[in-house]
């Protein structure tokens, strides 16, 4: 079976840091491109970050750009989320999901880990 499982989320306060984890297993990972998303009460599931299946292109949403960090590594069948200068606004469900390139039925999601930032 496929599954996603994120990790790593928590509460911190304005500008620190926390690391988000995704494994992935029951599918080729290396050949899947990745991305993180996130959704906060009320607001629509916004794109944070993607990363083509080799690692090659790297993407992030104006937000979050130059403050995070998405990785993977095709051995571990893990993407990482690392994050730093974290802002109240940051504060979301964080979710994993796998995308083909090609065919449109390889669209796996995680279950989302929440992150939240306060003081």
């Known amino acids: 079976q496929v599954q996603l499982v994120e990790s790593g989320g928590g509460s911190v306060q304005p500008g620190g840091s926390l690391r988000l984890s995704c494994g992935a297993s029951g599918f080729t990972f290396s050949l899947y491109a990745m991305r993180w998303y996130r959704q906060a009460p009320g607001k629509e599931r916004e794109l944070v970050a993607s990363i083509t299946a080799g690692g090659g292109s790297i993407n992030y949403a104006d937000s979050v750009k130059g403050r995070f960090t998405i990785s993977r590594d095709n051995a571990k069948n893990t993407v990482y989320l690392q994050m730093g200068s974290l802002k109240p606004e940051d504060t979301a469900v964080y979710y994993c999901?796998?995308?083909?390139?090609?065919?449109?039925?390889?669209?796996?999601w995680g279950q989302g880990t929440q992150v939240t930032v306060s003081s």
């Open positions: 999901n796998a995308r083909h390139p090609i065919f449109r039925s390889g669209d796996y």
